[in-house]
């Protein structure tokens, strides 16, 4: 089993780093097969997003950047599982791993990671754990991750830590690989939720009637899933009742 660990941080040995560290080890003690490999998003090529909308008009091979970016891409569909790691800066993922959304953006429109399992890490200061946690794994669940855990950990300063808090963090960060652990062993096709469910429709409408030179419209009628009968992305059994009403909700938003 491999997993790639993309590091958001600009220090490639701080606190997120050393978490992500940490749980590797914590699933090397349940599965010494399971291989690991690290990016740091801060020590590869990936440039600063321009703007331009070319990849999302007219292809991500069109992007005038020409750096590490499809290397990374090719990285993560090999990988069976993804855990990305931020630290907390302003109360947001760090400009990495924002730069890194942004250079990715084209697959929240073109998702093409379905089924791959994904895990968060966040580490902070003092807060904003659970809105960059969320805001990361939304985000990545446009792109088609599924995450299966969130960790967040807090780094008290050297004149608060005390062993108790530390024992908290730490059997944190173990439940929550436990938890990733589960889900990576566990073949089961994943169920979408009933947002993505709508999402998926949502999608189906808007790009159906798009202009037929949009990199988009491409995209999702190569796919097949702009058929009115695809329910998702990938087969999977969608109660009668769920297709009522996300076709019901999709008309009336449409
Ligand atoms: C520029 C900057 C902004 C930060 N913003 C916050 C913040 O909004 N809230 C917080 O609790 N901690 C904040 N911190 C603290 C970091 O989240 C915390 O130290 C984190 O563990 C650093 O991870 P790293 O060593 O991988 O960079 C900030 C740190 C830096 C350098």
Known sequence: MKILAIIGSPKSNGNTYRTVNQIERELNEKNDEIEFEYIQLSRIRLEPCKGCYVCIERGEEKCPLKDDRDSLEIKMKQADAVIFATPVYTYNVSWIMKNFLDRFAYRCHRPDFHEKKAMIVVSTGAVGLSFVASYLSF????????????????????????????????????????????????????????????????????????????????????????????????????????????????????
């Open 139 to 254: 985000m990545l669940g446009t792109m088609g991750f599924i995450t299966c855990a969130k960790v967040g950990v807090t780094f008290a300063p050297p004149h608060e830590k005390n062993e108790k808090k530390l024992k908290k963090e730490t059997n944190k960060l173990i439940r929550q690989t436990e938890v990733f652990y589960k889900k990576l062993i566990d073949t089961k096709p994943v169920k979408p939720s009933f947002l993505k469910l709508l999402a998926f429709k949502m999608q189906q409408k808007a790009f159906s009637s798009a202009p037929q030179d949009l990199a988009d419209f491409k995209f999702w009628k190569d796919k097949g899933w702009l058929q009115k009968k695809e329910d998702y992305y990938y087969k999977v059994h969608v109660g009668k009742v769920n297709k009522i009403i996300v076709s019901l909700i999709s008309k009336f938003i449409a």
